[in-house]
């Protein structure tokens, strides 16, 4: 014989009653046995109903009426015309009972757990007729049987517990001599021996079925419902999470203790002792091989098996210098929450006795602190104890495996992914048997708990990025195209999924959480919501995404101004926007500390040399113990490709208006012709070289005229450059008579900088520097008399872009 057991999703409707009956038509065993749960939704609508009319409050008939609505439809379209008066009839009549019920509660103001259990046992009373009166209409050999009369308990309404020896009695004696092929029996609800109907627990369902597969010895118990098999964490959380095709009792009982609600916890104790295989089916791909759960089925020799959480979970914690080796204090302390009927789900205590702290379901929290606080009122009035500390709204997330006590270092792997995306630990237990470690973590952190810990111990190789771009315009746009053209590479060489989720421009933003379309992002971006720095930032942190990078590809003052809120929330910052690291040095020092403390890379390698690795060169001289002794570089792009481009056959106006055109200059050119741009560069290579500089400490002799240098727009400034033509000729011709160019020059030496225009010497390494090229000399301590050079395109959409790039990848290496 055989069990299957359909859960409430399986049975919604009448689209999905009918792939039930595809399932069950394809059965070829002599009898079984098939529990199913409610229609879905159909038990919290009737709990929502009982406590509505407990609160005497009318709206509970709207959530009756819709209780009312799904079955007559049902009926109306699952069996056929001549059938239906019988089948509505009766049903009819009982939810009129249900009715009268819920009138009751309303009336009273109240609410027994003995009525509870009656109003909500309709769910799978009313599923159970009528899809046995729907395969029997459809010619399938089909009875029904009432649960209530086979599963006997005790009075423990809302989750009584079962009496064995009757019901294995009851249910070996009905099916003996049952003739029918196919029994439909309600899952979730039994009958006292008193003669009440009680209820097994929410989720109850699984343990009908297990309790009839273990009495009647069944070959296998098949849990059917809506996902393909029990998976290393929960689907609807974790994207990633792989079906588990073979999983021991004792992992799979650890995982739906900690939350995997695909099993009812209770539902494989009736199985253990027989051995009965169980087999967790999805009813929408019934050929998917799903999830089998046998003896010794650990994996062979795999650790971390699944991964999964409880909510709603508070601590109490008791402590105080009166614990200390004073025996009896835990004793006490477990007694007033057992005489409560309180069940601890975690327990830690230091070994100096100091402290003992428990994970208990949020809802018993109060009453049990009331409760633990007047057990220990005497202590408590003499200091010698502190009341009970409570702290609520936590979650416990848990690491499962058999094997996972053979294997060394597993915790602080899971604790250091953990302190690596931020999320605090409030907590530690590891159960005695090492099939499970648990850490207590805030509500709002679990998944990205859950994902950062899937990531670690399944997808090994794979590390999610998620990217939030801010400025999709020149740099931004090619960013992206390069993200979308190297997508494959990055995940096949560098095992790094990166995603966008959030991109904005001036005007609009938008935002996907399974990432956004690089193909499309243009007609995305268009139709996204009006843009707000803010909000985006609260979007970013609220999705609380591991590997979260913010992206700045703006020149915006104010978009800098908010890294600082990025950090703190261990979110990682890359950008070309110099503004941050040229401005005060205490923003510039705080930064770098943020990104220290909270574990998040602040990159800006793009601001001096764009794709360059001119920062990454420093840092890596200055981490090898070397010293900066002097630094010689021209850094501007838009002036180098400035002064390359112009002689005397063109006009200097005409020079610059090509430069912006093409890229090379920043939106507002005079950033880069007054130098500020060039001291901003040399700034931050001062600053990572270890000295504490600001701007105003950099010399810079400007070679523009006063009138371009406070023009307040680009036209005026366009305008002004045309004027003084004849001034920029003489510097150019007075550079070709002497044999040299004109650079813009950067120089850093004993701790001070300047910056100003040069004539370039043939034979110099600045003298061949061609388009918009850049080039930095370090010397150093150990480069003494030969510098260490780079040299390269220095400015440009698509080599900025790739220099952004190399920072994500780094941060991907981190
Ligand atoms: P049914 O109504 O069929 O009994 P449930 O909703 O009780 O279904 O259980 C199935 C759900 O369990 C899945 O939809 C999934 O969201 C959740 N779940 C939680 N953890 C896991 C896990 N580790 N593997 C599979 N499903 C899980
Ligand atoms: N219908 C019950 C519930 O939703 C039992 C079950 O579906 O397993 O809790
Ligand atoms: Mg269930």
């Known amino acids: 014989m055989k069990v299957l057991k359909f859960g409430g999703t399986s049975v919604a409707n009448p689209e999905h009653i009918n792939k039930v009956k595809s399932i069950l038509g394809n059965q070829n065993k002599e009898q079984i046995a098939v529990v199913v749960s409610a229609f879905g939704g159909v038990t919290d609508l009737l709990l929502n109903a009982s406590r509505l009319a407990s609160e005497q409050d009318v709206s509970y008939k709207n959530s009756l009426k819709e209780v009312e609505d799904r079955h007559i439809s049902a009926i109306r379209e699952l069996i056929p015309v001549k059938s239906q008066s019988a089948a509505l009839s009766k049903v009819k009549s009982e939810l009129n009972i249900l009715e009268t019920l819920l009138e009751g509660a309303f009336l009273i103001g109240e609410l027994t757990p003995k009525l509870s259990d009656k109003i909500v046992s309709y769910g799978e009373l009313l599923s159970s007729f009528i899809i046995s009166e729907f395969l029997k209409s459809e010619g399938l050999d089909v009875a029904f049987k009432d649960s209530r009369e086979l599963i006997i ?149 795999k650790t971390v098996r699944g991964i999964s959480h409880v909510g709603n979970i508070s601590l109490l914690s008791l402590e105080g210098p009166g614990m200390i080796g004073i025996p009896g204090i835990s004793k006490r302390f477990f007694e007033t929450l057992s005489v409560k009927n309180i069940s601890i789900v975690l327990i830690t205590q230091a070994s100096s006795e100091h402290s003992i702290c428990v994970g208990i379901a949020d809802e018993d929290v109060d009453m049990a602190a009331e409760a633990v606080n007047e057990t220990f009122e005497y202590e408590i009035s003499r200091k010698k104890i502190k009341p009970v500390i409570v702290e609520k709204d936590l979650t416990i997330v848990a690491l499962v495996g058999d094997n996972m006590k053979s294997h060394q270092g597993l915790s602080g792997k899971m604790f250091s992914t953990l302190g690596k995306n931020n999320v605090n630990i409030r907590a530690i237990a590891q159960g005695a048997s090492e099939r499970n470690i648990s850490a207590v973590i805030k509500k709002e952190d679990v998944k990205k708990a859950l994902n950062a810990l899937h990531e670690t111990f399944f997808e090994e190789n794979i590390k999610q990025l998620n990217l939030f771009v801010m400025g999709v315009g020149n740099v931004g746009s090619k960013f992206l195209q390069q993200i979308r053209q190297q997508k494959k590479y990055l995940k096949e060489e560098l095992k790094l999924n990166v995603r966008v989720i959030g991109i904005s421009n001036s005007r609009k933003m938008a935002f996907d959480e399974s990432g956004i379309s690089l193909k499309d992002w243009e007609n995305i971006i268009d139709q996204g919501e009006p843009a707000n720095k803010e909000v985006f930032f609260s979007r970013v942190n609220a999705l609380n995404y591991r590997n979260s990078i913010f992206v700045d590809n703006t020149a915006s003052a104010e978009v800098s101004e908010s890294y600082s809120s990025y950090l703190k929330n261990s979110i990682s ?139 307040d727009s680009n036209d005026v400034f366009f305008e002004s450059l045309k004027k003084y033509e004849a001034d920029f000729q003489k510097l150019y011709k007075d550079a070709a008579n002497a044999d040299s160019k004109l650079k813009y020059v950067a120089q850093f030496e004993d701790g001070k900088a300047k910056v100003g225009l040069q004539q370039i010497p043939k034979g110099h390494d600045f003298f061949n520097l061609e388009g918009s090229d850049n080039i930095v000399l370090f010397f150093t301590d150990r480069y003494v008399d030969q510098p260490l050079i780079i040299k390269g395109a220095g400015a440009g959409a698509d080599v900025t872009a790739s220099g952004i790039f190399a920072d994500i990848v780094r941060i991907g290496n981190f």
């Open 153 to 301: 308990t005790d009075n423990n309404f809302g989750k009584a517990n079962v009496d064995f020896n009757i019901t294995n009695a009851n249910c070996k004696g009905f099916f003996a001599s049952n003739k029918h092929r196919t029994t439909i029996l309600p899952g979730f609800v039994a009958s006292s021996k008193s003669g009440d109907l009680t209820t097994l627990g929410r989720g109850g369902s699984d343990y009908t079925a297990a309790i009839i597969a273990a009495a009647v010895d069944a070959e296998i118990l098949e849990i059917w419902t809506d996902v393909s098999g029990m998976y290393t964490a929960n689907p609807k959380l974790v994207k990633q999470a792989k079906c588990v095709s073979n999983i021991s009792y004792e992992e799979a009982m650890e995982l739906s203790h900690f939350g995997a609600k695909v099993l009812y916890p209770p539902t494989i104790q009736p199985i253990l002792g027989k051995e009965i295989p169980i087999a967790i089916k999805n009813t929408f791909d019934p050929d998917s091989p799903g999830t089998l759960i046998t003896k010794n089925n650990n994996g062979n020799g």
């Open 573 to 711: 910052v890359v950008t070309c926007n110099k503004i941050a690291s040229s401005s005060n040095y205490e923003y510039y020092k705080e930064l770098k500390h943020l990104a220290k403390e909270y574990n998040a890379p602040y990159l800006f390698e793009t601001n001096v040399g764009a794709g360059l690795p001119i920062i990454d060169t420093l840092k890596h001289l200055i981490a090898s113990g070397d010293k900066v002794r002097k630094i010689q570089a021209v850094l501007s792009g838009s002036l180098n490709f400035v002064f390359n481009t112009f002689d005397d056959s063109t006009t200097f106006h005409d020079v610059v208006k090509q430069a912006q055109e093409q890229g090379y200059t920043e939106p507002d050119p005079t950033i880069d012709l007054s130098g500020v741009d060039v001291m901003r560069k040399i700034l931050i290579l001062a600053r990572e070289s270890g000295h504490q500089l600001d701007i105003d400490d950099i010399e810079n002799e400007a070679f523009l005229p006063k009138e371009s240098l406070e023009a």
